[in-house]
């Protein structure tokens, strides 16, 4: 059974930094790609950043420069390094993976798993 389980949100202010992660298991994690979205409420849910088995990273550019996708294979678990948080990042974050392998992608179609999701809020 395959599960994908995000930890880390919370609530902080502006300009602090917070550490997503998430437990991976169920699939082969390391030669598959991951990545994370995010969604607020009455919007689409927007690709963040990913990952793929050889460690090529992508990013949105709302995000670039500011966080950063990392993942350890032996732990399979992913993170999302979060700095310099604005009011505007706040959403609900979710991680994903495909089930095969497959380039960094922001589309949501590659992705066949997916976590329950972590709050992050962020107040001014």
């Known amino acids: 059974q395959v599960q994908l389980v995000e930890s880390g949100g919370g609530s902080v202010q502006a300009g602090r930094s917070l550490r997503l992660s998430c437990d991976a298991s169920?699939?082969?994690?390391?030669?598959?790609?991951q990545a994370w979205f995010r969604q607020t409420p009455g919007k689409e849910r927007e690709w963040i950043a990913c990952i793929d088995s050889n460690s090529n990273t992508g990013y949105a550019d709302s995000v670039k420069g500011r966080f950063a996708i990392s993942k350890d294979n032996a732990k399979n678990t992913l993170y999302l390094q979060m700095d310099s948080l604005k009011p505007e990042d706040a959403a609900m974050y979710y991680c994903?993976?495909?089930?095969?392998?497959?380039?960094?992608?922001?589309?949501?179609?590659?992705?066949?798993?997916w976590g329950q999701g972590t709050q992050v809020t962020v107040s001014s």
């Open positions: 169920g699939y082969t994690f390391s030669s598959t790609s």
């Open positions: 994903a993976g495909s089930r095969y392998p497959a380039s960094c992608s922001g589309y949501e179609i590659v992705y066949d798993y």
